[in-house]
């Protein structure tokens, strides 16, 4: 089996699950573009729970009917595809928190 070492950047981009653009869930249509936008890879994670920068703690609890979770999306790609990718996403992510830096992808071929 070959494998391959390319450099690629990770970007994360933190929202809640209750986070909404036009209508729609932020997490899905930020997955959605990323989709148009052929990027290479793109994953949305539930957090158990979190800290947001307001210091409230985000979590579930059954006695709360407005459970606020957090999610991470994280999509891998050339630094030029997720820069170009982010600008167009600006307008949606109001309330959202991004980090993006360098990772060695390992891709295996048979």
């Known amino acids: 089996m070959k494998h391959e070492l390319i450099r690629k950047k990770v970007l994360r981009i933190y929202i809640d699950n209750t986070d909404k ?3 729609e869930a ?3 249509y930020i997955l959605n573009s990323a989709k148009e936008h052929n990027l290479a890879g793109a994953t949305v994670y539930k957090a158990v729970a979190g800290v947001g920068s307001n210091a409230t703690i985000h979590t579930f609890d059954v006695f709360n009917l407005s459970n606020e979770m957090p999610i991470i999306i994280e999509i891998i790609d050339d630094g030029d595809k997720i820069r170009n990718f982010l600008n167009e996403l600006e307008p949606a992510l109001k309330e959202a928190f991004a980090t993006m830096c360098d990772v060695d992808t390992i891709r295996y071929k048979a």
């Open 21 to 23: 653009y036009e209508d």
């Open 26 to 28: 932020l997490w899905k």
